[in-house]
């Protein structure tokens, strides 16, 4: 990897001061993104992965939210540092993002074409008859039929396959560097499901850009991603590039995701889940995070957290203990509990 | 979400705590008002003493902490148990209205149709009758009496509260787990109270706590108009009436009279503004997108 | 839609009449002697008179049903009968009232909307922070004081100290140029028909006099549609597509102007109709501190007198007015609500 | 921004707070006078109208034949009449039953017509024959036909037989003109009124002030529908429903002053009559405000805004001593208040008196009737706090139904005043000692806003509690309409009475309140009406109408009003006085007991 990185990471922090505590929902993050790969970022719910990408976007609600500290280094610039104002200019200019929730993403009281001109006006500088051509052309784009039409129509109109696709066009409308795109498809049906990620892939290519895949769908990740990033109550587990992640998790966190996956290739009846929940992010263990629900968890895991260690040529692992985890995989046992029978 | 959480968040939150403390400080007033505010006879304990029978206002002094309103009323003593006035107004007023509306906008919405039709013309032919032209009314023909106030707020105050109950049920009707029930063949009584109030309630609470506070309010503007509580209640809002003609102040000083105003006035901000405080964290409490 | 009018219009006669039915029912209770308190209303006026002569003059004793149709029967004639308490036929009593207190509330709607959602909006916006609680704590006062409090306390600020806004409707003066011959009454609106007029100095006046009441009144609603607009834009502004447009770049002025304040408008209007119903019903207090003729005094002293026929009058107006209002609501929803404007 | 908003604010408010309106150096609007006032007026028709809002108005614009002198209630001054009649200048009769006026030359109605002899004929007869019920009308028939006349209904029935006048056939109608016409005859400019016995206070009945004696322009008032001076119009005209009075909202007189509008409840607005006989009025506009708010009325009188105001008792310390401000105190008016105590309560659906029985749980019908037990509520009530501070000191103590100044009053007679251990003497010995023994319960009620009332009653409620453990009342506030039930019902046991005087004469205060006929008796049932004329309180009133030797008219109404404490008839409160409070600017300004309201003609405005 010896290109420039577009998006750097390090050391990211953002904490929510609320009246219960201090919630570190990004407890020191680090992870590139190059111009043109797609960035998987993976982890349940709660574990600070979106929190991540709005730390990019300086999104997060302040109060109670706040970046305490780390960079995040766009194009050199950092982006931590930037005013209110120079930031509105890099948002959906030079990184977009769309959402989980296609229904009540787009303005309600607002036609779609009306909700896309806006950032072209806003970023491209030209005229609004102009922002509308190029907004029908950006329908077009992104598969809609009759976007002559569909400018002029409110979302609620809209199917949510059909709406996720008018996010993307507004998200894409202008040429971003950077699309983080939240869930995209975990809204959706199966089938469209595939057709937007299908249309993401192929957007990808034509318009160049890099995209930060946030998801709890390993499936999602398999599909899109060239690099993936675990994330686990705050901090990235695991990093590295998609096959490896597949060919060989090193973190018990990742393996229990993994085999949480009903797989059509293995004949197996039983799913394996990682018992118990992510622990309070006011309630943190002492030590490694995941202590409380990690099988392999012993003496050092409870006292020392583990750092972020390159084990083999870029892959990253957070765990004092991955090499016992490799033992267990080779004599092919379970780690986890059954979670029953799924079929 | 269990009350016990919500009580425990309510709690933890300072505006919420602060507006719990002061409803807690006027039920020990409410509670112990025998003690704090000793009746001549307890068959008339709300009936203000009078200290004199003079009508201009006099400042406080020994025997009269808070000083004597228009006519002599002690100020003190009708504060002291105007605060049971003000919760049993509060409680039974906000309580029976808030029960009617909530029958009333359930049924309508739940059976829909020549049902709910009929109900919201009533509603209509309710609402068109001016507040204060309906109460008036009503009281003259029950006769004065706080009872008959609260009658009179009661038959005339339950239509917002049936709108509300309406919009919300009808927004849940539809809602997949109702259809779900109705498609199983559940009895429309089980439907209604097991899914349907359940679950539209919050809203209707949340707006009977803001009307809690603002009960007295009405009451006062009863009052001003002459078919409030009887004269000499103990009754926070003809405490604050018997201000009226001498808020301006007398020569030389507009202060003059600031205790007929300042006392009952401070005591009814308080009430209202602890159950606005208690109400805007319950509904952040409740609000499921802030958890 | 127009269906829709048409249909609201049919429905009125049914309420017009549930509402003299229950009116009337409601005063019917009482017996004749009390009855005569309409028209004996001062225990000075008892003397010399003979009840019993009265009763039979006023058809007090009939039965009730034969009373509601004599009064029924000059309805369907276009007479809605002499309000005793007004001491003019009803139509003239209420018209002759209603202008001013439109007036009044037409006035003060735009300061108490604007201002009560200008507010709410700013509140909402620093959410928990110390502008927020000030204000909350302020409308709350404004909420606490009965009516009169403030009416007085304006009155001695803006009349008695600083002279400004005097109460009454109009001055000697104006009243004179408005009663010369010359000067047409087209809407009996004190502000509108000066400016027909070209007289400048009727509406200076008028609108003079309208201040005190206004201020009153807009101190005392403030906090009512505060409340609401606050409330409602907490929740719009935690909806997704507030997200979506601050990641557009889209500025946070007009994140809140254009895309928050017209979707938390929605229930501000619900609740705006029956607001203005209690604007123009529940201005009593403050006309009679501003001793301002209106159509609220009207009501509490026929309602008082136990004057029935003032009583209907009144009540009738308002199932009008209600009926009104509620259209006006409804299309100020789909104007705002494009869902609601499309089914 | 916001910083700067909060301390001009700030600043506003401790100025207003701190600052007291100061006095106007000039005369604000020299040209209007403005007096804002409370209530409104019922009707412009002088005949219609017995209300003070109704009166005060037609006092501005309708003229009487005489007025009074000033201050005085007694004697009088020429006014549309040219000589007030007496027995010295022969204008009233040797045996005291015909008066005469001379009538005024050169005087027109502010439309232009000139007054005439005809017109005051027209008016007294049009008065007579509209007499709405419940109206002022029977002052007129009173001395016109004698007592026990008080409507057209008794002459009616006297003359043709017929009870209600509006079944009057065409020559019945005739026969019932003749008769009235009889009674009021035109003599060039000579007006006489035949009156059937001698009546004292004839002329108080005519004299200003009185809406009822209000002279009209006859072709006018045809010419507004009103009653055409025919026989055949008597029934069409006769106790006319308020809407349909084709005087209700019109004026025409020969006064200072012209109705230009009437917007009822808010305000009145007069223009001088330039042509006005006694020479134009100082100012163009007079205008009389109703304003009901008490603050809103001090705040215009001390921006001058408002000349005068109506400032009750209890407020008026609120603007005593400001500068620009004065105010007339101790003046005297002729009305009262009493308790009246019911003789004869009715006890069925009475909820009033408990049990109704002398059991210590009610009191029975016949409660009142026990001189003991009234003596016992008359020493129960503590009448010096009341005046000193329910009245501010503004009231005299009532000696009986007769009010200062009128004949019959006199200060040195025996009154009643707190002695709880005179109060306990009389329960002792009332119902035989029973009622001691046994105490009683009942309601003391009033009607709901009146505070004096209320304070009235609280004042009894606490002495008489305090005498005996057993004694129990409860002070119960209803509504106006409940009130006047149960008044009309006979079911209070005790109810508050207030008078306002229609003229200044004693007759005016004993037959309302002492006579078996009179309106207060019926408040005290048939016990009360048969004692008083077993007593012979009929006959002194009947006696004392009818004399004109003034000194005889002392000693029976000084006699009666001893009778009224002697016998404790009921409670007698107080004789409250008014006060005045002005701009001192208003110059001209007397004060009359008889007037309703102001007098705008004799003001002016000058600067100090």
Redesign the interface.
């Known amino acids: 990897m010896s290109k420039e990185a577009l998006v750097e990471v390090k050391n990211l922090k953002t904490y929510f001061y609320t009246e219960e505590g201090v919630v570190k929902a990004v407890d020191g993050v680090d992870y590139e993104i190059y111009p043109g790969e797609t960035l998987g970022i993976v982890g349940e719910s709660g574990c600070g992965k979106s929190v991540t990408s709005l730390s990019i976007m300086r999104l997060v609600e302040s109060p109670p939210g706040r970046i305490e500290a780390g960079e995040i280094n766009f194009k050199g610039t950092d982006l931590t540092k930037l005013s209110e104002k120079e930031m509105r200019k890099i948002r959906g200019n030079d990184i977009s993002m769309i959402f989980q929730e296609p229904m009540t993403s787009l303005n309600p009281v607002y036609t779609v074409g009306d909700q896309i001109i806006e950032a072209i006006t806003l970023h491209k500088g030209v005229k609004r008859k102009e922002a509308r051509r190029q907004a029908i052309e950006m329908l077009q784009k992104v598969g809609i039929p009759l976007p002559e039409q569909r400018v002029d129509e409110y979302p609620h109109q809209l199917s949510g396959g059909m709406r996720q696709r008018v996010m993307i066009a507004m998200a894409l409308s202008c040429d971003p560097q950077l699309l983080i795109a939240d869930e995209p498809t975990t809204a959706l049906d199966v089938t469209i499901q595939a057709q937007i990620l299908e249309l993401m892939n192929s957007l990808k290519e034509s318009y160049g850009m890099a995209i930060m895949m946030i998801t709890h769908d390993l499936g999602v990740i398999a599909e899109v991603s060239d690099r993936v990033a675990v994330m686990y109550a705050g901090k990235v587990v695991e990093y590295t590039d998609v096959d490896t992640l597949f060919d060989d998790p090193k973190h018990p966190y990742t393996w229990g995701l993994m085999n949480s996956i009903p797989k059509l290739d293995k004949d197996v009846d039983r799913l394996e889940a990682i018992p118990g929940s992510v622990p309070s992010p006011l309630n943190f263990p002492e030590g490694c995070k995941f202590n409380t629900r990690c099988p392999l968890a012993k003496g050092k895991c409870y006292d020392v957290e583990p750092p972020l260690e390159d084990t083999d040529g870029g892959h990253m692992v957070r765990c004092w203990r991955y090499e016992h985890l490799e033992e267990i995989k080779k004599r092919g046992e379970r780690i986890y509990e059954d979670r029953g029978v799924q079929k | 979400m269990e009350w016990k959480e919500i009580l425990t968040r309510l709690i933890k939150n300072k505006l919420s705590l602060f507006g719990l403390i002061i409803i807690l400080f006027f039920v020990l007033v409410a509670v112990f008002a025998p003690y704090l505010a000793p009746p001549r006879s307890p068959e008339d304990a709300y009936e203000i003493p009078r200290a004199g029978w003079q009508v201009e206002p006099q400042p406080p002094r020994e025997g009269y902490l808070f000083g004597t309103a228009q006519g002599s009323y002690d100020i003190f003593y009708g504060m002291v148990w105007g605060t049971r006035t003000a919760f049993r107004i509060g409680v039974i007023v906000v309580g029976l209205s808030s029960l009617f509306g909530i029958i009333i906008g359930t049924l309508s919405a739940y059976y829909g149709g020549i049902i709910d039709e009929f109900f919201m013309r009533i509603t209509d032919v309710f609402m068109s009758i001016p507040f204060l032209v309906a109460a008036m009314v009503l009281t003259t023909i029950l006769g004065k009496g706080l009872d008959n106030v609260m009658i009179a707020l009661v038959t005339f105050g339950w239509m917002g509260t049936a709108r509300l109950m309406r919009s919300q049920v009808l927004e849940i009707k539809n809602e997949e787990f109702v259809q779900a029930s109705i498609a199983l063949g559940a009895s429309d009584t089980r439907i209604i109270f097991k899914h349907i109030i359940a679950n539209c309630i919050f809203p209707v609470l949340i707006q009977a706590f803001m009307r809690m506070g603002s009960m007295v309010i009405t009451a006062s503007a009863l009052s001003f108009l002459g078919v409030g509580a009887p004269e000499g209640y103990a009754d926070w809002g003809q405490m604050i009436t018997f201000a009226r003609d001498w808020i301006l102040g007398g020569q030389g000083s507009a202060l003059k009279y600031w205790y007929t105003v300042v006392i009952p006035g401070t005591a009814i901000m308080l009430f209202s503004l602890s159950w606005n405080l208690i109400g805007d964290a319950f509904r952040d409490i409740l609000d499921p997108k802030l958890n | 839609m127009i269906n829709y009018i048409i249909r609201r219009f049919l429905i009125l006669p049914f309420i017009l009449f549930g509402v003299t039915i229950l009116v009337f029912s409601m005063i019917m209770m009482l017996g004749p002697y009390q009855r005569l308190s309409t028209y004996i209303n001062d225990p000075a006026q008892l003397k010399g008179q003979d009840m019993d002569k009265l009763i039979s003059k006023y058809g007090l004793d009939d039965p009730w049903y034969e009373q509601y149709s004599r009064w029924i029967g000059g309805v369907v004639h276009g007479d809605f009968g002499w309000s005793e308490s007004a001491g003019q036929p009803v139509t003239e009593a209420i018209f002759s009232r209603f202008p001013a207190t439109l007036e009044l509330a037409l006035f003060a709607v735009i300061p108490v909307v604007m201002g009560g959602i200008w507010l709410g909006v700013l509140s909402a916006v620093h959410h928990n922070q110390k502008f927020d609680h000030i204000i909350r704590i302020i409308s709350t006062i404004g909420w606490s004081f009965p009516t009169f409090v403030f009416g007085l306390l304006v009155l001695m600020i803006f009349y008695g100290v600083l002279g400004w806004f005097p109460p009454g409707r109009l001055s000697a003066d104006a009243a004179a140029i408005i009663r010369s011959a010359e000067f047409v009454r087209y809407t009996g609106l004190n502000v509108l028909d000066g400016i027909l007029n070209l007289e400048i100095n009727v509406v200076f006046d008028a609108f003079r006099h309208l201040i005190g009441p206004i201020v009153t009144l807009a101190i005392v609603w403030w906090s009512y549609i505060l409340r609401i607009t606050r409330s409602s834009m907490l929740e719009t502004l935690r909806k997704d597509y507030i997200r979506t447009a601050r990641a557009k770049g889209v500025a946070e002025k007009f994140v809140i102007n254009k895309h928050a304040r017209r979707n938390a408008l929605i229930p501000v209007v619900t609740v705006a109709g029956p607001m203005v119903l209690g604007l123009l019903g529940g201005v009593v207090i403050v006309e009679s501190v501003f001793g301002y003729r209106g159509i609220g005094q009207y009501a509490a002293q026929a309602a008082q007198q136990l004057d029935y026929s003032g009583i209907l009058g009144v009540a009738m107006y308002f199932s009008f007015l209600l009926i009104l209002i509620n259209l006006i609501v409804d299309v100020s929803y789909a104007v705002i609500d494009p869902r609601i404007r499309l089914e | 921004m916001q910083k700067k908003l909060v301390v001009l604010l700030t600043l506003?408010?401790v100025?207003?707070?701190?600052?007291?309106?100061g006095a106007q150096e000039e005369v604000n609007?020299p040209n209007?006078f403005?007096y804002v006032n409370i209530g409104?007026?019922?009707?412009l028709d002088p005949h219609f109208a017995?209300?003070?809002g109704s009166s005060e108005v037609i006092y501005q614009v309708y003229e009487t034949l005489i007025g009074y002198d000033g201050e005085s209630v007694k004697n009088f001054t020429p006014l549309l009449s040219t000589e007030v009649p007496s027995q010295e200048n022969g204008l009233i009769s040797e045996d005291g039953s015909d008066y005469t006026f001379l009538i005024r030359e050169g005087v027109e109605f502010s439309n232009g017509n000139s007054l005439t002899a005809e017109d005051v004929k027209y008016s007294f007869l049009r008065g007579m024959i509209s007499d709405r019920?419940?109206?002022?009308i029977?002052m007129l028939y009173e001395p016109l036909f004698g007592a026990g006349f008080a409507g057209l209904s008794d002459v009616t029935a006297d003359v043709v037989g017929v009870e209600d006048p509006k079944q009057l056939t065409d020559e019945q109608a005739e026969k019932v003109l003749a008769v009235l016409e009889d009674k009021i005859t035109v003599d060039g400019n000579r007006v006489t009124f035949h009156l059937e016995s001698p009546y004292p206070p004839f002329l108080n009945i005519l004299a200003q002030g009185a809406s009822w004696g209000s002279i009209l322009d006859k072709e006018w008032s045809i010419e507004q529908g009103a009653w055409d001076g025919t026989a055949a119009d008597i029934v069409a005209s006769h106790?006319p429903?308020?809407?349909e009075d084709p005087l209700f909202d019109k004026m025409m007189g020969t006064g200072p002053f012209v109705l230009?509008?009437w917007?009822?409840?808010?305000h009145v607005?007069f223009n001088r009559n330039n042509n006005y006989w006694r020479g134009p009025a100082n100012f163009k506009?007079a205008?009389i405000?109703?304003?009901?708010?008490?603050?809103?009325r001090?705040?215009?009188l001390?921006?001058g805004?408002a000349d005068m105001i109506y400032a009750p008792t209890?407020?008026r310390?609120?603007?005593?001593?400001?500068d620009g401000i004065v105010v007339t105190t101790g003046i005297p008016a002729l009305q009262n208040m009493n308790m009246i105590l019911n003789w004869d309560i009715t006890t069925e659906g009475n909820s009033y008196i408990g049990s109704g029985k002398l059991d210590g749980e009610g009191i029975p019908s016949d409660f009142f009737a026990d001189e003991d037990v009234r003596k016992a509520f008359s020493y129960a009530f503590?009448y010096e706090?009341?005046i000193e501070?329910?009245r501010?000191g503004e009231a005299i103590q009532l000696r009986g139904p007769i009010v200062d100044p009128l004949l019959g009053y006199d200060e040195n007679s025996k009154v009643y005043s707190l002695n709880l251990e005179k109060a306990e003497e009389h329960f002792q010995k009332a119902f035989d000692g029973e009622l001691w023994e046994t105490g009683f319960t009942m309601d003391l009620v009033y009607?709901?806003?009146?505070?004096p009332r209320?304070?009235a009653a609280?004042?009894l409620k606490s002495y008489i509690e305090r005498i005996n453990p057993k004694f129990n009342i409860n002070?119960?506030?209803?509504?106006?309409?409940?009130?006047?039930?149960a008044?009309?019902?006979g079911t209070l046991p005790a109810s508050?009475g207030?008078?306002?005087a229609d003229f200044p004469d004693p007759h005016n205060f004993v037959q309302?309140f002492l006579d078996s006929s009179g309106?207060y008796a019926n408040r005290r049932g048939d016990t009360y009406k048969n004692w008083a004329d077993e007593v012979g309180i009929n006959d002194l009133i009947a006696e004392g109408i009818s004399t004109t030797d003034s000194a005889r008219r002392e000693e029976i109404y000084k006699k009666l009003q001893k009778m009224s404490i002697d016998n404790a008839i009921d409670l007698w409160i107080d004789q409250p006085t008014k006060s005045n409070t002005r701009r001192t600017w208003v110059k001209g300004w007397y004060p009359n007991a008889v007037r309703p309201g102001v007098d705008f003609y004799s003001m002016d405005k000058v600067a100090e």
């Not at chain 4, 917007?263 to 808010?266: F, H, K, M, R, T």
């Not at chain 4, 405000?289 to 809103?296: K, L, Q």
């Not at chain 4, 009607?447 to 505070?451: H, I, Q």
């Open positions: 506003v408010l100025f207003s707070v701190f600052s007291v309106v609007s209007t403005t409104d007026q019922s009707t017995y209300d003070t019920s419940g109206g002022p029977w106790d429903v308020k809407e230009t509008e917007v009822n409840g808010d607005v506009t205008i405000r109703n304003v009901d708010e008490w603050s809103t001090k705040l215009m001390l921006r805004d209890q407020y310390s609120q603007v005593e001593g400001e503590n706090a009341f501070q329910v501010m009607n709901s806003g009146n505070d209320k304070t609280d004042m002070v119960r506030g209803v509504q106006w309409s409940t009130y006047l039930d008044s009309v019902r508050f207030g008078w306002l309302p309106y």
